[in-house]
């Protein structure tokens, strides 16, 4: 079964932010093992977690995690202390390496994100060969 969309951007907010999926259920509050439901039945989730997310991870696009549709990671004005978009000439060079390594890990999330799901087609196929041969 192929993963819903939303819960493919929740995988890949998972992998960008390097943490376990249990640590990102307490994160944004909610039961053992519902976000690992969500992703391994390739589910969508409730609203609540949704918004939960959204607030929780106010880096990410909420309309990219509802929908897909923009970047992953927020721009925001200099004034909002934004770290995805350098500001003034303080620290400057400091975001934009912040910047450069969130781009980084976005792009490094999408790869594990592919192999992980060419492991599962690998999988099936090993089961299928498995089956025949016995």
């Known amino acids: 079964m192929e993963k819903s969309n939303v819960s493919m951007r ?8 390097a943490v376990s999926v249990r640590h990102f259920e307490k994160i944004i ?12 039945r390739s589910s969508d989730i409730n609203s609540v977690w949704l918004s939960n997310i959204a607030e929780k991870y106010p880096q990410y696009n909420a309309e ?23 500001a003034g000439e303080d620290g400057q060079s400091r975001d934009k390496e912040i910047y450069r390594l969130q ?7 999408n790869k594990i994100i592919q192999l992980m799901e060419d492991i599962a087609i690998l999988r099936k196929e090993l089961e299928e060969i498995k089956r025949a041969t016995e």
Request: hydrophobic residues 30%.
């Open 64 to 86: 990219w995690i509802l929908t897909g549709k923009g970047d992953m990671l927020r721009k925001h004005n200099a004034d909002e202390g934004d770290v995805n978009e350098p």
């Open 103 to 109: 781009r980084e890990c976005y792009d490094k999330s």
């Open 10 to 17: 929740i995988t890949k907010i998972i992998a960008n932010e």
């Open 29 to 40: 509050g909610c039961s053992n093992g519902l976000i690992q439901k969500c992703i391994s």
